[in-house]
């Protein structure tokens, strides 16, 4: 089953501008991970970050976790052509992944050179 | 560091036939992970394996099986293949068992049964 909920399904933005990416969750988890997949194939993994974690930086991305509202956002700042992909939030369930990570349907995100 | 890699990377076969798909993680990785990816339900987990037994499966029939060598290679096999069963499959590999760490995904599997 679904886990974890990404919104907006897709975004299409201009270069240079910010996209902003949502993602909400069920149950409780361990740790929150953000993936970038290029049309149909692997998938490159982006941040992960734990439950006792808010807030995690990896140069143009950010990501923040608010467990409270099960809710994580990740955020690109200065979009660029190649950053156009699916983005993915991956959820570790607590109680340890006996179902694997739990992954989201996706937002895909379309920047417009 | 060589990435993971799966072979082969596209497939055809027929309703009834069966498959088996390989999958080699990162070196000194011991965990490799498989999911299939389709339209319909996204992302699933099938199954984990770490030092060649198997710690974790998915909610897939059990014409789904799996292995993993001591090499760390794994192998995927589908057994009367449904048209369902069309999607992409990818494997994962990670240092350590369970989900708690960064899984580093292979190119897919793209199989089609017709």
């Known amino acids: 089953s679904q886990q974890g909920e990404e919104d907006p399904q897709a975004l299409s933005i201009q270069e240079g501008e910010n996209a902003t990416m949502n993602c909400s969750y069920k149950t409780s988890i361990n740790n929150l991970q953000w993936y970038r997949q290029n049309s149909g194939r692997g998938l490159v993994h982006l941040i992960l970050i734990r439950s006792n974690e808010r807030e995690k930086h990896s140069g143009r991305l950010r990501v923040t976790l608010d467990t409270s509202k099960k809710s994580s956002s990740l955020l690109i700042t200065a979009s660029r052509a190649a950053d156009t992909a699916s983005y993915f939030c991956?959820?570790?369930?607590?109680?340890?992944?006996?179902?694997?990570?739990?992954f989201g349907k996706g937002t895909h995100l379309i920047i417009q050179p | 560091k060589a990435g993971v890699t799966q072979t082969p990377r596209y497939l055809i076969k027929t309703r009834g036939q069966q498959v088996t798909l390989s999958c080699s993680p990162i070196s000194g990785h011991r965990s490799v992970s498989w999911y299939q990816q389709t339209p319909g339900q996204g992302l699933q987990f099938l199954f984990e394996?770490?030092?060649?037994?198997?710690?974790n499966k998915g909610n897939f029939p059990g014409r789904f099986s799996g292995r993993q060598f001591s090499n760390s290679r794994s192998e995927m096999n589908v057994s009367t293949l449904e048209l369902g069963d069309s999607a992409l499959y990818l494997c994962a590999s990670s240092l350590r068992a369970g989900t708690d760490y960064e899984q580093y995904f292979g190119p897919g599997t793209r199989l089609t049964v017709t």
């Open positions: 394996y770490f030092s060649e037994t198997q710690r």
């Open positions: 991956a959820t570790d369930p607590q109680g340890g992944g006996a179902d694997g990570l739990t």
